[in-house]
């Protein structure tokens, strides 16, 4: 699930871009797809050079950075499911009264709220800079912990706690103590934590932009785990796969 953490090393300006440029490649930071420079791709009929190519990727996959942004959970921006709703519909061009009926709140509710965002915004801003000013005073970043650094969780978590808080040396000594070399599972921990750990190890059996009958999920996770109904209600619960309604498919949840 690396691809999913690929936008939290990036700045604020390739991130709104939604794509880093290399030496060699244009990469979109959304989902990792790189474009190589000096290749001619084909889309849709149409001929396009690397830049080209990658920005035609992210209008048909991500459109713009605010639409993939604001369908990811909004605890990883720090706003509320309402301010979501809001800041959805502001991206459509609604104005204020036409939010407020939408969402069903007051007229002076939405007008709070777009305070509250402004107030929320100019904190970001400031909070970005002591954090950067700490590292370079300290030359220690906040994810450095005395128990190894704590590795960025996937964005499509289902809860955001210190279930989540997850070091190098943890992730290290739970992959060896429960997992054989072949990447199987030894046993299922019963610990929160353990369990987001190994199921991380577990997913790089699977691949995005791909449906997977309830078959082949069953025959790959039967492979590393006898009981491997146990470990896919798992990757549903805690929010690494997504299931069809009628039960059928799976895709790795983006």
């Not at 932009?209 to 999920?217: G, L, S, T, V």
């Not at 009981?227 to 059928?248: H, K, N, P, V, W």
Request: aromatic share 8%.
């Amino acid at each position: 699930m690396e691809e999913n953490n690929r936008m939290w090393d990036e700045d604020i300006e390739t991130i709104v871009k939604g794509y880093r440029e290399t030496n060699e490649h244009f990469v979109c930071v959304l989902c990792g797809c790189t474009f190589e420079k000096g290749r001619i791709y084909k889309v849709e009929g149409e001929l396009y050079d690397a830049f080209g190519a990658v920005k035609k990727h992210m209008q048909q996959k991500h459109g713009e950075t605010i639409d993939y942004l604001l369908s990811r959970n909004p605890e990883l921006m720090g706003i509320s499911e309402i301010q979501q709703r809001i800041l959805t519909l502001m991206s459509q061009g609604k104005d204020d009264k036409m939010i407020a009926k939408e969402v069903g709140i007051a007229h002076s509710t939405v007008r709070n709220h777009r305070y509250k965002l402004r107030e929320k915004e100019k904190q970001a801003k400031l909070f970005v800079a002591l954090m950067q000013s700490l590292e370079e005073k300290t030359s220690r970043c906040m994810s450095q912990s005395d128990n190894g650094v704590i590795e960025h969780l996937h964005d499509t978590a289902t809860m955001m706690d210190d279930r989540y808080n997850i070091t190098d040396t943890e992730r290290e000594k739970t992959i060896k103590a429960y997992m054989d070399t072949n990447g199987a599972i030894k046993q299922f921990p019963a610990k929160e934590k353990k369990k987001i750990i190994i199921l991380r190890e577990v997913m790089k059996n699977f691949t995005k932009d791909r449906e997977y009958p309830e078959k082949e999920i069953n025959r790959t996770l039967g492979r590393l785990y006898e009981d491997y109904a146990t470990i896919r209600r798992a990757l549903i619960e805690y929010g690494f796969l997504d299931r069809s309604d009628d039960c059928q498919t799976y895709r790795v949840k983006e």
